[in-house]
Structures are given as C-alpha cells and as structure tokens.
C-alpha cells in the first residue's frame, strides 16, 4: 500500500471514529444587564435617604446600580391614579423584578398589571388582608416584600399624645382620600381614640392646597394636637408639614423618625430605612434566582420613638421624664 492511499484510510477512518476536529470557536455573546423598575408613590426629594437604604440593600447582594444591574424609576408625583399606567410601562419595558415602593397604593398598582414579573413590595398594612401574599411565610405567586406595619401603630401614637398632653381633648389627624386604605383607617383611629376619651377630627388631604387648609381648620377647632396620618403623600410634604405645625402652634406626632429629625416634634413607627434596605436585598436575591413566592415577607421588628426637645421648647410643651424614659432617640 503505497504511503498516500495510507494516509488517505487514516483520515477517513478518524473522520467517521472518535476525533472531532476543532470547530472555529463561537462568538460569546455578552449577558444582558437586569433591569429594575422602581415603583414610587410620591416624589423622588423626600425619599432620597430610603432609595439609599435601597441601594443599599441591593449592593449586598452585590447588585451596583450602573454597574451590573440598571434601575428605571417611575415616580407618580402624589398622583396615586397614575400608578398603573407607570406599573405597565414598566412590564413593557420587560424589567426583572419591579420593586413596588413608597406604600401600598404602588404594590396594588403592581400586582395589578402582572402576575409573572417578580414584584417586591413595602407596604404599611397587612399584605395578606391586601391580597397581595397568600401568607406571610409562603407568598406563593410573583410578589413578596416588607411590612412596615404602620397602619397598625395609630392607636400607640394617640396614647403618646395623651402621655404628653394629659389633659388633651380635641386631636385632629390628617387622611388622604385618594387612598383606598381611607376608610379603614377612619375607623380604626375613630375607634382608638373613643377608647382614651379624644375627640377626634378628621381632615382630608391629598393636596399640597388641602393641607393648608386642614391646619386653617384647625386653628378654627382649637385642636389640641396632631396625628400626622400614615400616608406615602403626607411623607412626602413632611418639611411642609413641620412648618404649617410650627406656625399654628400644634403639637404633632408622625409616623417616620425622619420628621422629628427634620423639626417635627414626636415619631413613632418602624425604622422605614430598614425595611427599605430588606426590600434592596429581596430585589437581589431574586435576581440571583429565588422565587418571590417562596420568600417569607419580612416584618420590620425596629420600633423607633423618637422626641424633639429643641421642638418642645419652642411649642412650650413640658416633655415628662417617663416620656423621655420611653424615647429611643432625643434630639436636642
């Protein structure tokens, strides 16, 4: 057998046995970024420490807006109706996970236009009553999230008025209309207040012109004090709020520490930088691949009450030691 015909059985041979020859390699083509859709009630200003919490939270997951993963804000300016629209523009635009903030009325909008993108929600009420989860620790379905349980704190804050001002008798609270928890939550203050003897007033608001006009009738009243109502809009006009309290002389408890921070005289409610943080890191974890519906909703545990003495001062208002005893935080 001459060496050619040789070579030429060999070749053969290899082609129809076991050898592979080399294929040229294939191009790689790169992994598409995640994107979020970052869902928010109210407006970008007043939210800027809990989108920090946020970040936060994600970066923990090891998640770097801009870096390896893209967040697209939607910011519904107080406007709660516009909502779904932002919600389905961005199902359309196909994020990964939309990150439902800045309160209940942002996850109900959510939950509203999909029920397969992972949604991660904040809310003050309970999700399970909202039909958002079927369980706190079994969610089943596309969302899962935080409970800020804030709603549920207004019975706590009218006896904090009460411990600071013994002898109040008339309190006002502010109450946005334009949310569907409205009329729950009448109810629930209504009834805490008959419990300690308060006559309470309730004012509608849900505009910048509304709350003016609250704090006018007010004064008409001679209301003693007031509770600040647990609403994304009211959070949103807190340095407002501070002010118009200030000019009329009202003693005014609120739901985030951020108010007394900013001037406000007293707060009570959960830490929202935390549970903000807890929302950061469930968006990166489903990134990573876990199911929303099989990750327990979060209960934020952090209780802050929190007391401007500076505010105090200025309001003329005596602040007892068992209050302060009771205080997390006093500003001074």
Not at 179 to 202: C, E, K, N, V, Y
């Amino acid at each position: 057998m001459q060496f050619d015909q040789l070579k030429r059985r060999q070749f053969i041979t290899l082609l129809g046995g076991a050898a592979v020859w080399p294929l040229p390699a294939q191009s790689q083509q790169p992994t598409p970024t995640p994107v979020i859709g970052f869902l928010n009630s109210v407006s970008p200003g007043p939210w800027g420490n809990l989108v920090a919490a946020f970040h936060k939270g994600l970066n923990e997951t090891g998640y770097v807006d801009g870096r390896n993963v893209t967040i697209e804000y939607r910011w519904a300016e107080g406007k709660y109706d516009r909502l779904p629209g932002l919600a389905a523009d961005l199902v359309r635009r196909q994020v990964s996970v939309i990150a439902a903030t800045g309160g209940t009325p942002s996850a109900l909008a959510a939950k509203s236009v999909t029920k397969t993108i992972p949604i991660v929600f904040t809310t003050g009420v309970d999700p399970v009553g909202l039909g958002l989860v079927q369980s706190l620790n079994r969610p089943g379905g596309n969302a899962t999230g935080v409970n800020l349980i804030s709603t549920a704190l207004g019975a706590k804050r009218l006896g904090l008025i009460r411990e600071l001002l013994p002898a109040v008798h008339a309190v006002a609270t502010l109450v946005n209309p334009t949310s569907a928890l409205a009329m729950g939550q009448q109810s629930d203050l209504r009834q805490a207040a008959r419990s300690i003897s308060l006559d309470l007033h309730i004012l509608p608001a849900s505009s910048d012109r509304d709350v003016e006009a609250a704090f006018e009738t007010m004064s008409k009243l001679s209301v003693e004090a007031l509770l600040a109502g647990s609403d994304p809009f009211f959070n949103s006009r807190r340095d407002k709020i501070i002010e118009l309290a200030a000019h009329h002389r009202i003693p005014a408890m609120y739901e985030e520490r951020e108010y007394a921070a900013a001037g406000g005289l007293m707060s009570y409610g959960t830490s929202f930088a935390e549970g903000y943080r807890q929302a950061g890191q469930y968006t990166g974890r489903i990134l990573k691949g876990e199911k929303p519906g099989e990750l327990p909703v979060v209960q934020v545990t952090k209780f802050e009450f929190v007391i401007n003495l500076k505010t105090a001062k200025a309001l003329g208002v005596k602040i007892s030691d068992n209050l302060l005893s009771l205080a997390d935080e006093v500003i001074e």
